[in-house]
């Protein structure tokens, strides 16, 4: 009877100790996970981009306005929301919330989603205006997103550049792309 | 393929280091204070080199602009380790700053010390900050930094260049230095285009290169002053 006694309490203690290892392994992946993880990007508005682009059949570049001819493409402010927004349109209560933030005169400073390391040249104007790539691309589905993404949609790192580049036939220098 | 290179007339050459203070703002060089200068640690991509000649009170003196020499034949780039210096096609040498290990082989190896190490990291005041130029990144801590020939310059003339549908024209493309210079003291172009000024004004009897003996090939020429 001592002897069951004994290995049965040997055997909780190996148990706990595999729950206690679980826990620490848990733990390390999830502190991984949070410092890894792209940080979320907030934005004044729930911006609809289906609505505006599939439904009302507006082009990127009306918002994003430099997107042909600068280095970025450029975020929409205030002065381009109340283009349409100065009445409500539209039911949804987002809409009607654009409104009056404009009336408030709040200046809808969007985020930009997508970034690029400081050390990286790039131009969209060469991109878009020159070499006449679709954003999508680059930018994913962002077109069809109904509600801002927290969370770029495409990752855009440098094997993603060269492979493009090696694909297309373009320059692989590093002071192409490097600054 | 053009190869880019510069010829700077040193009897045009003043001294009035206008080119320095360019090519420090053009490429985010910060300044670093009096007793770090003092150890050798401020970083001048252009460096106007005073060399007098004769004895007191028969002296004369000559103004050395010296840039990165972006030689044929760089040594530099022989000794990195990870790649992070290298020639391109078009004869820049360039550094990969995010690549740069930090080791400063290169910075020993250059013979004309045009490479800088970045001992510690920028400080710039609010009111510098602002006036950061966008096209150029500003180096870590760490990392050696070195005369692109303002490369981002061509980049963006060369973009010029194509949306307009066009040929890239030499004044498309100068580096800071030589656009400031106030007595034209500089030239930049490409050294293979018989249209480029320099490609006959590196023919001058006057030339001379820094160091030719080592056979680093440089692509800065130098116009030795008339007696």
Redesign the interface.
């Given at each position: 009877m001592q002897g069951t006694a004994a290995k049965r309490g040997g055997f909780v203690r190996v148990w706990w100790g595999y729950v206690g290892l679980g826990l620490m392994l848990t733990a390390g992946i999830v502190i991984a996970a949070v410092l890894t993880a792209t940080p979320t990007v907030p934005q004044p508005v729930a911006f609809n981009h289906r609505k505006h682009t599939e439904e009302l059949g507006l082009n990127c570049e009306f918002c994003h306005v430099y997107v042909t001819k600068r280095a970025h493409a450029g975020l929409p402010n205030a002065q381009t929301c109340t283009m349409c927004h100065q009445a409500t349109q539209g039911t949804s209560a987002e809409a009607a919330r654009v409104t009056t933030l404009l009336a408030e005169g709040d200046p809808l400073t969007f985020n930009k989603l997508f970034r690029l390391e400081s050390h990286v040249f790039y131009t969209h104007r060469r991109h878009v205006g020159i070499a006449e790539l679709e954003c999508a691309t680059c930018h994913g589905a962002i077109a069809a997103t109904e509600r801002p993404p927290a969370r770029p949609l495409v990752r855009i790192d440098m094997d993603f550049c060269m492979d493009c580049h090696r694909e297309q036939g373009q320059t692989l220098d590093c002071n192409a792309c490097h600054r | 393929m053009a190869r880019w290179g510069m010829v700077i007339d040193l009897d045009r050459c003043t001294g009035c280091a206008a080119c320095e203070v360019a090519c420090k703002s053009e490429n985010n060089v910060a300044a670093v204070s009096a007793d770090q200068a003092d150890m050798g640690r401020a970083s001048s991509w252009m460096k106007v080199m005073a060399h007098v000649e004769g004895e007191f009170p028969d002296t004369t003196m000559h103004f050395y602009p010296r840039p990165c020499m972006h030689c044929d034949n760089p040594p530099c780039i022989r000794v990195c380790p990870v790649q992070a210096t290298?020639i391109?096609?078009e004869g820049?040498v360039?550094q990969?700053?995010?690549?740069c290990i930090g080791c400063r082989y290169c910075a020993n190896a250059c013979p004309y010390m045009v490479k800088y190490f970045n001992w510690y990291g920028p400080e710039w005041s609010e009111s510098e900050r602002q006036h950061l130029n966008?096209?150029?990144?500003?180096r870590p801590t760490g990392v050696i930094e070195k005369c692109?020939f303002c490369?981002?310059r061509l980049?963006k003339a060369r973009?010029d260049a194509?949306?307009d549908g066009r040929e890239l024209r030499e004044e498309d493309y100068q580096p800071a230095c030589a656009d400031v210079c106030p007595t034209n003291a500089i030239a930049f172009g490409d050294l293979d285009n018989p249209s480029h000024a320099v490609h006959s004004l590196k023919a001058d009897p006057r030339v001379l290169r820094l160091m030719e003996d080592l056979g680093t090939q440089p692509k800065v020429y130098y116009l030795r002053p008339r007696e």
């Amino acid at each position: 009877m001592q002897g069951t006694a004994a290995k049965r309490g040997g055997f909780v203690r190996v148990w706990w100790g595999y729950v206690g290892l679980g826990l620490m392994l848990t733990a390390g992946i999830v502190i991984a996970a949070v410092l890894t993880a792209t940080p979320t990007v907030p934005q004044p508005v729930a911006f609809n981009h289906r609505k505006h682009t599939e439904e009302l059949g507006l082009n990127c570049e009306f918002c994003h306005v430099y997107v042909t001819k600068r280095a970025h493409a450029g975020l929409p402010n205030a002065q381009t929301c109340t283009m349409c927004h100065q009445a409500t349109q539209g039911t949804s209560a987002e809409a009607a919330r654009v409104t009056t933030l404009l009336a408030e005169g709040d200046p809808l400073t969007f985020n930009k989603l997508f970034r690029l390391e400081s050390h990286v040249f790039y131009t969209h104007r060469r991109h878009v205006g020159i070499a006449e790539l679709e954003c999508a691309t680059c930018h994913g589905a962002i077109a069809a997103t109904e509600r801002p993404p927290a969370r770029p949609l495409v990752r855009i790192d440098m094997d993603f550049c060269m492979d493009c580049h090696r694909e297309q036939g373009q320059t692989l220098d590093c002071n192409a792309c490097h600054r | 393929m053009a190869r880019w290179g510069m010829v700077i007339d040193l009897d045009r050459c003043t001294g009035c280091a206008a080119c320095e203070v360019a090519c420090k703002s053009e490429n985010n060089v910060a300044a670093v204070s009096a007793d770090q200068a003092d150890m050798g640690r401020a970083s001048s991509w252009m460096k106007v080199m005073a060399h007098v000649e004769g004895e007191f009170p028969d002296t004369t003196m000559h103004f050395y602009p010296r840039p990165c020499m972006h030689c044929d034949n760089p040594p530099c780039i022989r000794v990195c380790p990870v790649q992070a210096t290298y020639i391109d096609d078009e004869g820049i040498v360039g550094q990969i700053y995010a690549r740069c290990i930090g080791c400063r082989y290169c910075a020993n190896a250059c013979p004309y010390m045009v490479k800088y190490f970045n001992w510690y990291g920028p400080e710039w005041s609010e009111s510098e900050r602002q006036h950061l130029n966008p096209d150029v990144s500003v180096r870590p801590t760490g990392v050696i930094e070195k005369c692109t020939f303002c490369h981002h310059r061509l980049q963006k003339a060369r973009e010029d260049a194509r949306a307009d549908g066009r040929e890239l024209r030499e004044e498309d493309y100068q580096p800071a230095c030589a656009d400031v210079c106030p007595t034209n003291a500089i030239a930049f172009g490409d050294l293979d285009n018989p249209s480029h000024a320099v490609h006959s004004l590196k023919a001058d009897p006057r030339v001379l290169r820094l160091m030719e003996d080592l056979g680093t090939q440089p692509k800065v020429y130098y116009l030795r002053p008339r007696e």
